[in-house]
């Protein structure tokens, strides 16, 4: 399942700092071949200790984590909805992403220029925004003037999709992104076709600078009012050091930690913003063990075990007859798959099973 995260942002916030930093984390390329797609496209691997334990547990000859695709989408400048600077590239190259990873800078320094002259978050993130919502608002109006000669004529989906639309279009007009608006599950798989911008999740990436004047510290307003922003909102947020993250990047495990001791950074912002993204996307992982390999497998949440299946090979799905399933912590603290059985923990299950995360998984077919 390649799902994928564009990070986008005003010029010199740290958003290619942040992908460098990222595509170290880059999976092997001999699990992932589509990893090198092009100089702007990461596979990255999601951080999930389990996948090791299981393969120590397993004896496995191979490990293969779970993974998401990040691109670094070119700089964001005001008016990029009327096409400035980049701005039809950027757009459409987010069109092309699941989610979007909106990197913020909330530090000062002389040295590093903001394009607005002063660092104020939440004003970036309303640029952002705008533009995102000035686009939606574009295609929402193209399309409903489409339909008008449908409408008239009577036709069902496409009155359907008229009403829809008109819900979105007020909620655009006043600058609310259109996943802020409530539809009925038929309404939302006619206007998801659209492929809106502002109907992707959205992470909020806060860039910070070790031994900078970070804004979190400054009690000046600026990260409260992006604080509150935060919470009115419901949205979600990680703080990344994206400049010690790039210089820790190839540094050994040992030489990692002293260098994190050093800046009294203890806490890997790229593998909590990698998990964050994983789940921003609604994701999650199931497994499969053995001695040839342990595989971390990208399922959406909510999934069935026909297909979960299907992750593995699509026919899985169709020729599905019943899982063998054990949690992973259950069959750890178990010792062997045979004790596991003994204890009852292995269960059978059928095609309406939902998979949890975590689950180890055997099908049968």
Known sequence: MALSIGI?????????????????????????PFCTIDPS??????????????????????????AVEFVDIA??????????????????????????????????????????GVVDPLRDIEVINLELVLADLDTVTKRLGGLERDVKRGDKEAVLIHGALKKVE?????????RTVTLTEEELKHVKQL???????????????????NLDELND???????????KSGSSYVLVD????????DLHTNDKLEFRREYGMFDDGV?????????????????????????????????????AAAAIHTDFKTKFIRAEVVATDALLTAGSYAKAREQGLVRTEGKEYIVKDGDVIEFKI
């Not at 007020?170 to 259109?178: D, H, I, N």
């Not at 307003?221 to 919470?231: A, I, W």
């Open 75 to 116: 700089g964001l400048v005001k008016g990029a909805a009327e096409g400035e600077g980049l701005g039809n590239q950027f757009l459409s190259n987010i069109r092309e992403t699941d989610a979007i990873a909106e990197v913020v800078r909330i530090f000062d320094d002389p040295n590093i220029i903001h394009v607005d």
């Open 8 to 32: 986008v942002g005003l010029p010199n916030v740290g958003k290619s700092t942040l992908f460098n930093a990222l595509t170290k984390k880059a999976v092997p390329a001999e699990n992932f």
């Open 195 to 213: 492929n809106l911008l502002t109907m992707k999740p959205i992470l909020y990436v806060l860039n910070k600078q070790s031994g900078g004047h």
């Open 170 to 178: 007020p909620a655009l007009l006043t600058g609310m992104l259109a």
């Open 41 to 66: 496209v990461g596979v990255v691997a999601v951080p999930d200790e389990r996948v090791d334990t299981l393969a120590d547990f397993s004896h496995s000859k191979k490990r293969i984590p779970a």
């Open 221 to 231: 307003g600026r990260f409260e009012r992006l604080m509150q922003f935060m919470e």
């Open 271 to 307: 593998n909590a913003l990698i998990r964050a993204g994983y789940d921003l996307l609604g994701l999650m992982s199931y497994f499969t063990t053995g001695e040839d390999e342990t595989r971390a497998w990208t399922v959406k949440r909510g999934s069935t075990a026909p297909e």
């Open 242 to 249: 994206a400049g010690v993250e790039n210089e820790l990047k």
